[in-house]
């Protein structure tokens, strides 16, 4: 039943993590880890995720790139998902880095990454930051030239300005 499997789904990634903490240089460790983070992922445990994923990435001496890239995703995917856009631009961006693997969609990650900056942008814009809203509108089209949300980012950055100019020219004409 779903209890039972739930129960020891969370006794399986208990006692990787024991496994790898007993033995971080033992071969199979990073894979038990990259395992474990993608597990959580797919759980919705995001934090965990990241925790765990964190974890492999900072391995001495380093996992294997096929490895790496695995937690990469899943750092990526999790911190667009927890709201730490910038975050996940940066690992998106690690991402991007690795090279080319056959059937890789090159421009999903391009979506992701315009996405990750445009969240940041409508963060400082919620939080009044307009100047910094408008350079991370305007960076869109540095991280990602050919990104489909390039056009709106633009938009929002003029439109940001303008707004901002209006403001500015109307506190004048009151003075």
């Known amino acids: 039943d779903e209890v039972e499997r739930l129960a020891w789904h969370q006794e399986y990634i208990e006692h990787s993590l024991k496994f790898a903490e007993t033995f971080p240089g033992h071969e199979q460790t990073a894979s038990l880890l990259t395992s474990v983070s993608e597990e959580?992922?797919?759980?919705?445990?995001?934090?965990?995720?990241?925790?765990?994923?964190?974890?492999?990435?900072?391995?001495?001496?380093?996992?294997?790139?096929?490895?790496?890239r695995v937690v990469w995703?899943?750092?990526?995917?999790?911190?667009?998902?927890?709201?730490?856009?910038?975050?996940a631009e940066?690992?998106?961006?690690r991402l991007r880095s690795f090279p080319v693997?056959?059937?890789?969609?090159?421009?999903?990650l391009?979506?992701?990454i315009a996405a990750s900056v445009y969240r940041q942008a409508e963060q400082q814009q919620a939080q009044g930051n307009i100047d910094a809203a408008v350079a991370?509108?305007?960076?869109?089209?540095?991280?990602?030239?050919?990104?489909?949300?390039?056009?709106?980012?633009?938009?929002?950055?003029a439109a940001l300005l303008i707004s901002r100019s209006e403001e500015h020219t109307s506190e004048l004409q009151s003075h």
């Open 90 to 93: 940066q690992a998106y961006l």
């Open 110 to 112: 391009e979506q992701r």
């Open 136 to 157: 991370h509108f305007m960076r869109v089209a540095q991280a990602a030239p050919n990104a489909g949300v390039l056009p709106n980012a633009t938009y929002d950055a």
């Open 101 to 108: 693997v056959e059937g890789e969609d090159r421009a999903e």
């Open 73 to 87: 995703t899943v750092l990526a995917h999790a911190q667009f998902d927890l709201a730490q856009f910038e975050q």
């Open 40 to 68: 959580l992922f797919a759980a919705g445990d995001l934090e965990r995720a990241v925790e765990i994923a964190g974890l492999v990435v900072t391995m001495q001496p380093p996992a294997s790139i096929d490895l790496e």
